[in-house]
């Protein structure tokens, strides 16, 4: 019986050790959701991997789509951003618990606009350079919810979206 207790710690101190990493070194997660900018309201679908216990790299894809009134005409306009990024987990630095998770990091990515031809405005394809700064709170081992602010690129805003690690 003692063991069985035994075990039953050890199994438990184990897990929340493991738990307070964002990502454990070589594995990876799925972080799906919407997002708020300027230029429409977006939608992402993101990888991120890990490297070290308080390094991820990542990647994304994020589709956007929205409308806007230019000479008294009515342009629809959507943007395909590709970006990937390289974020640093605060976790064990500042010894934040386990279920929740807090980073910042760099992103640079390609976004193609696609306007109508007769569209004279100034929206043009290209390379952005960006940081984001960004929480997680897990709900449990596997699923949890993030929010992330973005800046710098033609991604500027926010995102909310649900975490799944693999």
Not at 17 to 32: C, L, T
Not at 58 to 74: C, F, I, P, Q
Not at 84 to 104: E, K, M, Q, R, T
């Amino acid at each position: 019986m003692k063991k069985q207790i035994l075990t039953f710690v050890l199994l438990i101190v184990v897990s929340v050790i493991f738990a307070q990493e964002p990502i454990s070194k070589g594995h990876s997660q799925i972080n799906v959701g919407v997002g708020l900018s300027t230029w429409g309201v977006p939608v992402y679908l993101g990888l991120d991997f890990g490297v070290h216990p308080d390094i991820t790299l990542g990647g994304e894809l994020s589709y956007r789509s929205y409308y806007n009134n230019w000479s008294d005409h009515k342009y629809h306009h959507s943007i395909i951003g590709i970006l990937g990024n390289a974020n640093y987990h605060f976790n064990n630095v500042l010894n934040i618990p386990s279920p929740w998770d807090f980073y910042a990091g760099l992103n640079l990515g390609f976004y193609n606009w696609r306007s109508p031809n007769e569209y004279e405005g100034s929206h043009t394809s290209g390379i952005g350079l960006g940081a984001q700064i960004g929480g997680r709170y897990n709900f449990s081992r596997n699923i949890g919810i993030n929010l992330e602010f973005v800046g710098g690129n033609t991604a500027t805003g926010g995102k909310f979206g649900i975490t799944i690690k693999m």
